[in-house]
């Protein structure tokens, strides 16, 4: 589904990512792990649109992209949460959940009934005004604006940060549930290493920007995983 080749990103004159090159397929959980500052939120950026790569090509469904904004990458089917969330704070539930609906047809302005089924709070606070939510209420409302997008990849930032621990746990059946509906791929970065090793069919390693090592839980070991997130 996601193919990229030898993508660099700089922010001015420093250059962050280095030649990565990694795939996400259909069905699977893709973690992007490593320590802090290595440039994961920044691979992310570089899909979404959201920072325009320096160099590299990136295909989706067979289909090379070029370099595009946030929201042209957003019709072609990728949905990004991004790290802290980014919803409106003074929209409510429903109008944040609305916003999404600017890449669909007329016909599919509506929010599917499964976005309440999947988070069942945000049918109870839809006239409520997103900054009124607690953390975890907003990550339900980050990720539930993202699938309203029907997306054909999922990108999730650090989608446990600051979240109390039923709410993660919840998180982590939707993902579930998500990757075994079988029609997307999923790259999830996380430094909750329990959550992203339970999830994760295929890990990529970055350092200081380059990816040093990639595989699955048969070629990259628990051992290997922790080494590469610990300090």
């Known amino acids: 589904m ?17 030649d990565i090159s990694m795939t996400a397929e259909v069905g699977q959980v893709t973690c992007v792990m490593g320590t802090n500052g290595v440039g994961k939120t920044s691979l992310l950026k570089a899909i ?22 946030g ?12 790290q802290g969330r980014d919803i409106f704070q003074l929209l409510t539930v429903r109008e944040n959940l609305e916003t999404g609906y600017a890449c669909l047809p007329r016909g599919e302005h509506f929010v599917p009934d499964e976005i309440y089924d999947l988070f069942p709070v945000l ?19 980050a990720i539930a604006r993202a699938l309203i997008t029907k997306p054909k ?14 709410i993660i746990q919840q998180i982590g059946r939707v993902i579930e549930y998500l ?3 079988g029609d997307m791929a999923i790259v999830l970065v996380e430094q909750y290493f329990d959550f992203a090793y339970q999830l994760g069919d295929r890990f990529v390693i970055l350092r200081r920007g380059a990816v040093i090592d990639r595989g699955d839980k048969t070629t990259l070991g628990r051992d290997d995983l922790v080494a590469a997130v610990s300090v």
């Open 2 to 18: 996601l193919k990229i080749d030898n993508l660099s990103l700089h922010y001015g004159g420093s250059q962050i990512l280095h």
């Open 48 to 69: 979404s649109g959201t920072h325009p790569r320096s160099a590299g090509s990136l295909e989706l469904d067979g289909e090379p992209l070029g370099v595009l904004p």
């Open 71 to 82: 929201h042209a990458m957003a019709r072609h089917g990728v949905g990004y949460v991004p």
């Open 123 to 141: 049918r109870d606070m839809t006239a409520r005004r997103g900054g009124d939510l607690s953390g975890g209420q907003q990550q339900q409302l």
């Open 153 to 166: 990849l999922l990108l999730l930032d650090e989608p446990t940060e600051g979240i109390q621990p039923n």
């Open 179 to 181: 990757r075994d509906r």
